[in-house]
T-cell receptor, first 115, second 116 residues
C-alpha cells in the first residue's frame, strides 16, 4: 500500500529565510510525486510534480523539490520564503493511469511565516 | 491552465435534508473525477472515484447510499450527501484529470458543508 509521511506538522520561518518541507513515501513501483499547497478554505494548487527524469524539479512560486529514491524522499524547498507562502502544504504519491489516478496525501505541514 | 469549478463553495443545511455538490471541469474533459473529504486540520481522504457513464467506485468505509455520485458527462460530476447529519459536516473537494498521459490532478476550491 502506498503511504506518505510528512514529519513536520507545523513549521515557522522568517520571511526571507530558506525553507525545506520533508516528505517520505512508500510506494510499490516508480512513484509519481506531487506537492500541493492549500490556503485556508480553498482547494489545492499544484506546486510541482515528479514523474521521471531529472530528480530536481522546479515548480511555481519559486519552489523546487528533489526526488531521492534511496531515501524515499521528495522534500520541498524554497530559497527565500515570502509572507504569502503561509499555507498548508501536502505531499502526495500515486499513479496517473485512468482510474488508477488515486493520490495518497500526507497529513500536511502548516507553514507560518513571520515578518 | 486546467480549471475545476466546484459549487457551492459553502452550504448550511438542516439534519435530514440532502445536499448536492457539483464539480465541473471548465476547459477540459475528464472521464474520471475524484471526491475527497477533509476534516479540520487533517489531510484529504479519498471517498470515491467517479467514472463518466458508469458507477462510482467507493473507498472502503464510505457509504455509497449516503454519498451518491453521478458523472453524467465528461465535464460534470455531482456528489449528493443524502439525509445529512452533523457528522457529515466537512470540507469536500473534487478533482479531475485531463484525458492525456501524465496529466496531474486539478482540484476544485472545495465545498464547506455544515449540517445543523
Amino acid at each position: 500500500a502506498q503511504s506518505v509521511t510528512q514529519p513536520d506538522i507545523h513549521i515557522t520561518v522568517s520571511e526571507g529565510a530558506s525553507l525545506e518541507l520533508r516528505c517520505n513515501y512508500s510506494y510499490g513501483a516508480t512513484p509519481y510525486l506531487f506537492w500541493y499547497v492549500q490556503s485556508p478554505g480553498q482547494g489545492l494548487q499544484l506546486l510541482l510534480k515528479y514523474f521521471s527524469g531529472d530528480t530536481l524539479v522546479q515548480g511555481i512560486k519559486g519552489f523546487e523539490a528533489e526526488f531521492k529514491r534511496s531515501q524515499s524522499s521528495f522534500n520541498l524547498r524554497k530559497p527565500s520564503v515570502h509572507w504569502s507562502d503561509a499555507a498548508e502544504y501536502f505531499c502526495a504519491v500515486g499513479a496517473l493511469a485512468g482510474t488508477a489516478s488515486k493520490l495518497t496525501f500526507g497529513t500536511g505541514t502548516r507553514l507560518q511565516v513571520t515578518l | 491552465g486546467a480549471v475545476v469549478s466546484q459549487h457551492p463553495s459553502w452550504v448550511i443545511c438542516k439534519s435530514g435534508t440532502s445536499v448536492k455538490i457539483e464539480c465541473r471541469s471548465l476547459d477540459f474533459q475528464a472521464t474520471t473525477m475524484f471526491w475527497y473529504r477533509q476534516f479540520p486540520k487533517q489531510s484529504l481522504m479519498l471517498m470515491a472515484t467517479s467514472n463518466e457513464g458508469s458507477k462510482a467506485t467507493y473507498e472502503q468505509g464510505v457509504e455509497k447510499d449516503k454519498f451518491l455520485i453521478n458523472h453524467a458527462s465528461l465535464t460534470l460530476s455531482t456528489l449528493t450527501v443524502t439525509s445529512a447529519h452533523p457528522e457529515d459536516s466537512s470540507f469536500y473537494i473534487c478533482s479531475a484529470r485531463e484525458i492525456r498521459d501524465n496529466s496531474p490532478l486539478h482540484f476544485g476550491n472545495g465545498t464547506r458543508l455544515t449540517v445543523t
